[in-house]
């Protein structure tokens, strides 16, 4: 049987009233998306909808030390592209998974990082700008070579250690991302030919706003960015 007649055989079983069978049907699918609609967020149940997850406006994270640094966000969807990232994509991949970690080991490595280097510029006071970006700049290095030395004279963390020695060279990217709010999230590319559109992203970040290059006191505000997915890149492992 084709779809179409599969679809046409469901249409047929709306009809309550054979004087008005187009009104009958219209009634019958308006109630069936607002069903499908709000079964995606009532727990317990399954849902009418294409999606098997359940809508959540805020995302559920482990609170186990061992888990917090590696929250599950979501999976990708769709055929694998297997490639090796370039030195500078692999730093900027590894810097941005510790700046945006707020696991409470991380901090207190990023504490003792910023501690340092105030000690080893007692001679030429650092401005909060250049404070900043030589923490930004070199915490990753630091924070791998601290690891290693932890590693061979106590017990850390398995996640901490994996965390240091960054990404692997070795990265999948794919076409779509279901997050775990419900939501599938596709490249602009991949919807060119497709009515509904979903490659518009918003992220919310904390950002720091500098007057000058010699202010010493940003301002830290919630800057909204808006962009267009493009080609996802998902770290094989850590």
């Given at each position: 049987?084709y779809?179409?007649?599969?679809?046409?055989?469901?249409?047929k079983?709306?009809?309550?009233?054979?004087?008005?069978p187009?009104?009958?049907i219209?009634?019958a699918y308006?109630?069936?998306e607002?069903?499908?609609?709000?079964?995606?967020?009532?727990?317990?149940?399954?849902s009418?909808?294409y999606y098997?997850r359940k809508?959540?406006?805020?995302i559920e994270?482990?609170?186990?030390?061992?888990?917090c640094?590696?929250?599950s966000?979501?999976?990708?969807y769709?055929?694998?592209?297997?490639y090796?990232?370039?030195?500078?994509t692999?730093?900027?991949?590894?810097?941005?998974?510790?700046?945006?970690?707020?696991?409470?080991?991380v901090?207190?490595?990023?504490?003792e990082?910023?501690?340092e280097?105030?000690?080893?510029?007692?001679?030429?006071?650092?401005?909060?700008?250049?404070?900043?970006?030589?923490?930004f700049?070199?915490?990753?290095?630091w924070?791998?070579?601290?690891?290693?030395?932890?590693e061979?004279?106590s017990?850390i963390?398995?996640n901490?250690?994996v965390?240091?020695?960054g990404?692997?060279?070795?990265?999948?990217r794919?076409?779509?991302?279901?997050?775990?709010?419900?939501?599938?999230f596709?490249?602009?590319?991949?919807?060119?030919h497709?009515?509904?559109q979903?490659?518009?992203?918003?992220?919310?970040?904390?950002?720091?706003?500098?007057?000058?290059?010699?202010?010493?006191?940003?301002?830290?505000s919630?800057?909204?960015y808006?962009e267009?997915?493009?080609k996802?890149?998902?770290?094989?492992q850590?």
């Amino acid at each position: 049987m084709y779809p179409i007649e599969r679809y046409l055989g469901t249409s047929k079983s709306y009809v309550r009233n054979c004087a008005c069978p187009e009104g009958s049907i219209a009634e019958a699918y308006i109630a069936n998306e607002c069903l499908a609609f709000c079964s995606r967020y009532l727990e317990g149940g399954d849902s009418r909808s294409y999606y098997s997850r359940k809508c959540d406006d805020e995302i559920e994270h482990e609170t186990s030390k061992e888990e917090c640094l590696f929250p599950s966000t979501g999976e990708s969807y769709g055929a694998v592209d297997v490639y090796e990232m370039d030195e500078k994509t692999l730093l900027q991949a590894h810097r941005h998974v510790l700046f945006n970690c707020e696991s409470e080991v991380v901090e207190n490595y990023k504490k003792e990082h910023i501690a340092e280097i105030k000690r080893s510029h007692r001679k030429r006071r650092l401005t909060q700008h250049q404070l900043d970006r030589m923490h930004f700049d070199t915490f990753s290095e630091w924070f791998k070579e601290k690891v290693k030395e932890l590693e061979a004279t106590s017990d850390i963390l398995k996640n901490v250690i994996v965390l240091a020695r960054g990404p692997s060279y070795i990265a999948k990217r794919f076409n779509a991302y279901d997050g775990n709010n419900g939501y599938r999230f596709r490249t602009n590319q991949s919807e060119e030919h497709l009515e509904t559109q979903n490659s518009g992203v918003m992220v919310v970040s904390k950002t720091k706003s500098y007057a000058s290059s010699s202010d010493n006191a940003p301002k830290s505000s919630n800057i909204t960015y808006y962009e267009e997915l493009w080609k996802m890149t998902w770290i094989s492992q850590l």
